[in-house]
């Protein structure tokens, strides 16, 4: 029987409990930093040559929603109470609102060094030293709205624009698709700095310190804010009845995109799943 994934704002002091000692647990044997390990070797970006499958491509959302099974079957190895909760960051807007308490994720990193003090992943408890990352710190770094040049999250009616979009997504796949419903998700816009991250994209920079680059996985939040990403992509299904995955055919020999970008029916690396058997989890899980 499929399970539920709840919002975070819902979650009863013995369900934050339990959520947060899984994942304690699952980062002391050794299983989370491969995770970590995973998404950065899969940080590949549409300037590079080869194949893409987590980012700034159609299998963004297939790729996230595996890997977040992934983590939760860990976690449901721990206890099998326990599934990912999703943070609504249109809702929980402030670096004062749920997921940042201290029964939670703890709260923002220090001025000084960025580093977070509070709650259950501050170093100082001893349970949440990074052990691989893109930089040398061991600690968990956050910039919750980043008080130096301050960003916002995005809004309803932002997220609300990706999923009119009738497509799920649209040549050239990459970063500068400008339409289809996936690119809005992820967040890739025209123009410099701040006003180019979109949705998704501006979630991982709102929040800051380890969350903006590979090593994101680093901050659990990257669960949450993954599992209200897939979320959107169930929404959008919902919305536009028998709408795909797309593109249903790989590009041929003449594309830019040849050998570069996952079509339904192909294998999703690192795992034997294609797109195509990802579309449909309801059998798995469902979202309260
Ligand atoms: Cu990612
Ligand atoms: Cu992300």
Redesign the pocket.
Known sequence: MAYIRKDVSTLTRAERRRFVGALLEVKRRGEYDEFVRTHIAYFVSDGEDGLRTA?MAPSFLPW?RRFLLDLERALRRVDASVSVPYWDWTRNRTAASVPWTADLLGGNGRRSDHRVTTGPFAYAEGDWTLKVGITDEKYLTRDLGRARDPIALPTAGELESALREPLYDAAPWDSTSAKGFRNGLEGWGTGRGSVSWRN??R??RWVGGVMVGGA?VNDPV?WL??AF?DLQWSRWQQRHRGARYLPAQPPGPRSDQYERIVARHEKLPPWDVTPDQLEDVSGIYRYA
Do not use: G, T
């Open positions: 980012h996230h998704h994209n979630v991982h994101s990257f804010h993954h990403v």
